[in-house]
């Protein structure tokens, strides 16, 4: 069974920034497939924010033009660049693993908590 595991969340003021990584433990997982980060804040539904893959990447317009997502095929790793970061941008944030067509979930991280303060 594929794992992902998260890393590099934490607490920041409102403006700053930071960076989550996610590597998969499958040989050539992240060249093979969709990978994406998902968020969830306390009694919120989870929001896909962005994923990448061979055909690009995509963006919620919630983080479009602050948040950068990024792929290393060579380390088999993703990572979210988080800037201009804002209050609302709190959550537990998650790398997933998916299938190319049909959105299936084929690994999910323990999540990293981000913490934005005004």
């Known amino acids: 069974q594929v794992q992902v595991v998260e890393s590099g969340g934490g607490s920041v003021q409102a403006g700053g920034s930071l960076r989550l990584s996610c590597a998969a433990s499958a040989t050539n997982f992240v060249l093979t497939y969709n990978m994406a980060w998902y968020r969830q804040a306390p009694g919120k539904e989870r929001e896909l924010i962005a994923s990448?893959?061979?055909?690009?990447?995509t963006y919620a317009e919630s983080v479009k033009g602050r948040f950068t997502i990024s792929r290393d095929i060579n380390e088999n790793t993703i990572a979210l660049q988080m800037n201009s970061l804002k209050p609302e941008d709190t959550a537990m944030y998650y790398c997933?693993?998916?299938?190319?067509?049909?959105?299936?979930?084929?690994?999910w991280g323990q999540g990293t908590q981000v913490t934005v303060s005004s």
């Open positions: 990448i893959d061979t055909f690009g990447s």
């Open positions: 997933a693993g998916r299938r190319l067509v049909g959105d299936e979930i084929l690994a």
